[in-house]
């Protein structure tokens, strides 16, 4: 869309939804928040290094929040996002005051964007967000292009306008003209995204945002839903918590895919190992067909397990060496040798699948996601 000037943009902010503003003022925060896991922003010195881990976990969780409540405006993520936005705010009068405007700016986007999450009537947050966004692109730049750099921001915001949410987040961040001088990426050079594996979640969080390839918004919304005590304690406790919630997502994942091609199987008579009615040659196979029977035993138990309050690992564990077993048996009736690793089973299980017409790389999936969780019970 096209504005006459921001005031008209204000006004028209003013008759949308809270999702549709909240996704506006999200993206146009994500656009500025490579200033602040920017190396270059930040003195080499342990106390700049430790205030750059606060403030990009900070800022990350207020935009991860945002985005959230764009798209699944929970009751809980509603409270969350006023949470972080209070703690980002805390945040950035203690650690930012003598920092640049660039940080400051963008810091303030993020914060902004989570305040928009936070209100029945966000209009005014939103507009805080776009703006200070701008402006800390224009701070990125050099003095020349400072002012085309804050009119990229304005332009990309602009573009958002008029979009749902759902086409909003699955356009590029920066749409067709890429982001202005400052913000690219070899204007920033190396981050903390790159260099600390405990924010990989975050690096590829941002590259699908980036892309307009965003992740699975339920797991967003999980990760967003991490306790704030865990948000102040660190990047270590952070990563920890993601990893665990990735891990369970995986599973419930691998799960709902497992349960679609069995169904998928039924539905088109194709009745490998997954299905109801096996082929003739399966059924002359008592080993197989007894393996089946153990497998989606074993299947059920981890389902009940991974829905549970406290997952019992013990039976777990129990039920991922019957499937591992009992997939042997099934992948060696499909044509591998009697001695087949279970990584290599796993590796072919698209052939084996295709060969088989059963659910087998399905659960070559279920069993490298449940083996990754396993660690994370007690």
Avoid at 134 to 157: G, K, Q
Avoid at 190 to 217: E, V
Avoid at 321 to 338: M, N, P, R
């Amino acid at each position: 869309m096209e504005f006459e000037d921001r005031d008209a943009f204000e006004a028209w902010l003013k008759g949308q939804s809270q999702e549709i503003c909240v996704a506006i003022a999200t993206r146009a925060a994500l656009r500025v928040w490579p200033v602040l896991w920017a190396d270059r922003s930040w003195q080499d010195t342990e106390k700049a290094r430790a205030a750059q881990e606060k403030f990009v976990l900070l800022t990350g969780w207020c935009n991860l929040i945002s985005g959230a409540v764009s798209t699944y405006p929970t009751p809980e993520i509603k409270t969350a996002a006023a949470t972080a936005a209070t703690k980002a705010a805390i945040a950035s009068a203690d650690g930012l005051g003598s920092r640049t405007a660039a940080l400051l700016d963008a810091a303030d986007a993020g914060r902004a964007a989570a305040n928009a999450a936070a209100r029945a009537t966000p209009a005014d947050a939103v507009s805080a967000a776009t703006y200070t966004a701008a402006t800390a692109a224009a701070a990125t730049a050099a003095a020349a292009t400072a002012a085309a750099a804050a009119a990229a921001a304005d332009a990309a915001t602009y573009a958002d306008c008029g979009r749902t949410v759902e086409a909003m987040f699955a356009a590029p961040l920066w749409h067709e003209a890429g982001p202005p001088e400052g913000l690219r990426p070899e204007a920033l050079g190396p981050s903390r995204l790159d260099r600390d594996p405990r924010f990989d979640f975050f690096r590829r969080w941002y590259d699908g945002m980036t892309k307009g390839l965003p992740m699975d918004w339920d797991l967003q919304s999980r990760v967003a839903l991490i306790p704030e005590t865990v948000w102040k304690a660190g990047a270590d406790e952070v990563a920890e918590a993601i990893a665990q919630i990735e891990a369970l997502f995986a599973v419930r994942q691998a799960l709902g895919d497992l349960a679609q091609e069995r169904a998928a199987a039924h539905v088109e008579g194709r009745h490998g190992i997954g299905g109801n009615n096996p082929p003739e040659e399966i059924d002359a196979v008592a080993e197989v067909r007894a393996s089946q029977t153990i497998i989606w035993a074993a299947v059920e138990e981890i389902a009940e397990e991974v829905e549970a309050k406290e997952p019992d690992k013990t039976r777990v564990a129990r039920a991922l060496e019957a499937i591992k077993a009992a997939f042997l048996v099934c992948a060696k009736w499909a044509g591998k040798k009697a001695d087949l690793a279970i990584d290599t089973a796993i590796k072919d299980g698209i052939g084996v699948a295709i060969k088989s017409g059963a659910a087998l790389y399905g659960l070559g999936q279920l069993i490298q996601a449940v083996e990754a969780w396993l660690p994370f019970l007690k």
